[in-house]
């Protein structure tokens, strides 16, 4: 990144912050949106173009919104939870992507993380149903978690077929935030 572009991006992320300086400022921001544009036609606010991951970042504070910025940029917030929501919202959408494209879905680290899961679950992906409080969250990141996956029981194997069928890819598809 040039000088020049990251003044541009210090510029309009101060002007639509509460805080007057950059080090304050950065820490006012969430990633809140992310969507692709196949052609490239984005500009960054920094003015990088043919962006074609455009994120939109929320200020915490204020509400304003700055789109689209780059993940390049959004690094240079120098905040490792950013960046994990970078990652997050790029992981949701190749998972989109991938239930579109009607690949096999399998609660592999292939498509799925811990973050993720833990997101879907803030999210309010796994309503209660009839057999768990908790819509079957705990019983995801266990079987998540398993490092033998072969250990995973034919009864275990068809409750997360149906948990992933009924409410997780459902509500990735239908999740507003990836335009
Ligand atoms: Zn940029």
């Not at 984005?42 to 915490?60: P, Y």
């Amino acid at each position: 990144m040039t000088t020049e572009s990251f003044h541009r991006l210090t510029r309009a992320v101060i002007a639509a912050s509460v805080a007057n300086e950059w080090s304050a400022a950065v820490m006012e921001w969430d990633v809140t949106e992310l969507e692709e544009d196949p052609i490239g036609s984005g500009e960054c606010v920094c003015g990088q173009q043919e962006l074609v991951l455009l994120f939109t970042i929320t200020n915490k504070r204020n509400g304003a919104q700055l789109y689209p910025i780059g993940s390049t940029c959004v690094q240079k917030f120098g905040r490792t939870d950013l960046n994990r929501q970078v990652t997050l919202y790029s992981d949701l959408f190749r998972l989109r992507a991938a239930i579109l494209d009607n690949k096999h879905i399998a609660l592999t680290s292939e498509y799925f993380s811990r973050a993720m899961i833990e997101y879907l679950n803030d999210e309010g992906a796994f309503t209660p149903d009839q057999w768990d409080a908790d819509g079957g969250y705990a019983f995801i990141l266990d079987m998540f978690n398993k490092r033998k996956k072969d250990e995973i029981t034919r009864p275990q194997r068809a409750k997360i077929t149906v948990l992933l069928n009924r409410k997780v890819l459902p509500f990735v598809l239908a999740d507003a935030s990836l335009g």
